[in-house]
Nanobody, 123 residues
Framework: VQLQAFGGGLVQAGGSLRLSCAASGRPASRYTMAWFRQTPGKEREFVAAIRSSGGYTYYADSVKGRFAISRENAKNTVYLQMNSLQAEDTAVYYC?????????????????WGQGTEVTVSS
């Protein structure tokens, strides 16, 4: 499976961005999809995940209430709507696909990764 994330860019604090990630090579509908982010010198950090049916979503405390993950299985695509962006949200954002057990949903090792998209929030 190949993953391509896009939609990143430069935005002012308080603004919004919508990231998209398209999967190809295998139907993504059977898998959990997730967004993580990473800044230089730090480990990849969990942001949000959504189960295959779309009925269950999970968020990091730092983004809860500001970010929303969704998926469109017919398009093999997952989205991350990011609102009220803060400087601390600046990172490269990666989407992943996997089949983690519940307790591993936030574990970066549970997923296969594609290339990231960079988000810069200016304060």
């Amino acid at each position: 499976v190949q993953l391509q994330a896009f939609g990143g860019g430069l935005v002012q604090a308080g603004g919004s961005l919508r990231l998209s990630c398209a999967a190809s090579g295998r139907p993504a509908s059977r898998y959990t999809m997730a967004w993580f982010r990473q800044t230089p010198g730090k480990e990849r950090e969990f942001v949000a995940a959504i189960r295959s049916s779309g009925g269950y979503t999970y968020y990091a405390d730092s983004v809860k209430g500001r970010f929303a993950i969704s998926r469109e299985n017919a398009k093999n695509t997952v989205y991350l709507q990011m609102n009220s962006l803060q400087a601390e949200d600046t990172a490269v954002y990666y989407c992943g696909i996997g089949n983690p057990i519940l307790s591993s949903t936030r574990d970066s090792q549970s997923y296969y990764w594609g290339q990231g998209t960079e988000v810069t929030v200016s304060s």
